[in-house]
């Protein structure tokens, strides 16, 4: 398994889609962080924070997380490679879970840059140190179990299609709603009385309730049932095949 994984990282990373993702979530954060001005401008707002980057990130996430995920299964079944890799000698979760593995390591290379911003923004604190760094490293940990889910998401997608363009439609769409479609739902008149259910099955609830700098045991639930959820049905899907 192992191996698969280093086969998929290497991949990514021997390919510009890999840089480009990489690229692109730095610099759209970057700018909107410190170049454009407005209420996510770190300097024009005179508050040592950096809270713009954990709700620009979520969005950027959203189209960027299915554009790596959406060759992983779609590309593999369009050429036919896909047949060869199940009869290696591992199961089918297995394959699934080196692939997830494969695509997370490339959301966390893109996060851990913007260690710097949360660097320059503690030493421009006053007095230096003034950020809350509890609220900061629970966001850094709700932003990391969120991409987990896109991730498992966006290989779910391309495990049902071979075709990569609707992969990345289906996991942007799936992705969006588990993000902020359960409170749009939640709002109507006919769940009045299950509102509160209804929003905690969505994944912004628990992302903002991580982004407190409180982590809550059910929060982390939360996200690794998503997780499992998600590749137990990328599993089935991949199963599928063989019947």
């Not at 991949?11 to 410190?34: D, N």
């Not at 593995?101 to 959301?107: E, Y």
């Not at 003034?130 to 889910?149: A, C, E, P, R």
Request: glycine share 10%; with cysteine.
């Amino acid at each position: 398994m192992l191996t698969l994984i280093n086969k998929e990282i290497r991949s990514f990373l021997g390919s510009l889609i890999g840089y480009i993702v990489i690229i692109v979530f730095l610099t759209t954060i970057g700018l909107m962080l410190w170049i454009f001005p407005g209420g996510t401008n770190v300097l024009d707002n005179g508050y040592a924070n950096i809270d713009a980057l954990f709700y620009i990130a979520p969005w950027v996430y959203l189209f960027l997380v299915p554009a790596i995920t959406m060759r992983l299964f779609a590309e593999e079944s369009r050429t036919g490679t896909i047949e060869l890799l199940l009869t290696k000698p591992l199961t089918d979760f297995q394959i699934v879970f080196a692939k997830y593995i494969a695509g997370f390591s490339l959301v966390l290379f893109s996060l851990l840059p913007t260690l710097i911003y949360f660097y320059s923004v503690y030493n421009l604190g006053s007095p230096v140190g003034n950020i809350d760094v509890g609220g900061t490293m629970g966001s850094y940990f709700g932003l990391l179990f969120l991409g987990g889910v896109f991730v498992a998401i966006g290989i779910f997608a391309s495990a049902i299609t071979n075709n990569q363009i609707i992969s990345f439609i289906v996991a942007v769409f799936l992705s969006f709603f588990c993000y902020v479609g359960f409170e749009s739902i939640s709002s109507l008149a006919y769940f009045g009385g299950i509102d509160d259910i209804i929003v905690k099955l969505g994944i912004n609830e628990h992302y903002v309730s991580m982004s407190r700098g409180v982590i809550d045991t059910r929060d982390v639930i939360y996200f690794l049932s998503t997780i499992s959820l998600f590749l137990i049905l990328t599993k089935t899907a991949l199963s599928s095949r063989k019947w």
